[in-house]
């Protein structure tokens, strides 16, 4: 069964979760309303890990899916940018 992993709203980087796991699935909005935000998972403890998925959120939408597993190795890394801010909840196994 899947955990959930929920990240508070920001702009900045934050280290989801370290050491070994599988990515099932993601929910994400966009909190500011007026600007998008991109979100890329990566494997490892820095903006420097392998890319594993990439978000695009647009101005005050939000996206939800269960997806095919993703293995990651060390860690989820997410890494925001763009000028929207994101809240997520990362599903993983």
Request: glycine letters at 12%; hydrophobic letters at 40%.
């Amino acid at each position: 069964m899947a955990r959930a992993i929920p990240l508070t709203t920001g702009t900045g980087d934050v280290q989801a979760s370290t050491g070994a796991c599988t990515l099932v699935g993601f929910s994400a909005r966009e909190t500011v309303g007026s600007a998008s935000a991109d979100v890329t998972l990566r494997d490892g403890t820095d903006a420097t890990g392998a890319i594993k998925a990439i978000l695009r959120l647009a101005a005050n939408g939000s996206q939800a899916a269960q997806i095919p597993p993703v293995d990651f190795a060390t860690g989820v890394f997410v890494d925001r940018s763009g000028t929207g801010s994101s809240e997520l909840v990362l599903y993983v196994q």
